[in-house]
């Protein structure tokens, strides 16, 4: 199992970045993909999941409205838009598994994670 994200990066508040998890080693498509990101000196953080399919979504109510998870079974890519960024979104954001379909807000298991993307949120 390989969950390889991309495009973090330094951005100022207010702005905008779209995160990508190249996925392989498994059936992209029948599982559940979420977003957790950890800032510096606190724990992980559940963000956001996407149902196998891409019709069901869920979001941490700090970031609804502004996060846009979305996922592409062709190319097994799982993305994060992210608009109007704030310094408080910064930290490490990985791509995980949920194999458990009833933990859809829950976060997955630290062995079903990606080695992360840095997003700092700063003037």
């Known amino acids: 199992v390989q969950l390889v994200e991309s495009g973090g990066g330094l951005v100022q508040p207010g702005g905008s970045l779209r995160l990508s998890c190249a996925a392989s080693g498994f059936t992209f498509s029948k599982i559940h993909m979420s977003w957790v990101r950890q800032a510096p000196g606190k724990g992980p953080e559940w963000v956001s999941t996407?149902?196998?399919?891409?019709?069901?979504?869920w979001y941490v109510d700090s970031v609804k409205g502004r996060f846009t998870i979305s996922r592409d079974n062709r190319k097994n890519t799982l993305y994060l838009q992210m608009n109007s960024l704030i310094p408080e979104d910064s930290g490490l954001y990985y791509c995980?598994?949920?194999?458990?379909?009833?933990?859809?807000?829950?976060?997955?298991?630290?062995?079903?994670w990606g080695q992360g993307t840095q997003v700092t949120v700063s003037e």
């Open positions: 995980a598994r949920q194999r458990d379909f009833l933990a859809a807000r829950e976060i997955p298991p630290r062995d079903d």
């Open positions: 996407i149902s196998s399919g891409g019709a069901s979504t």
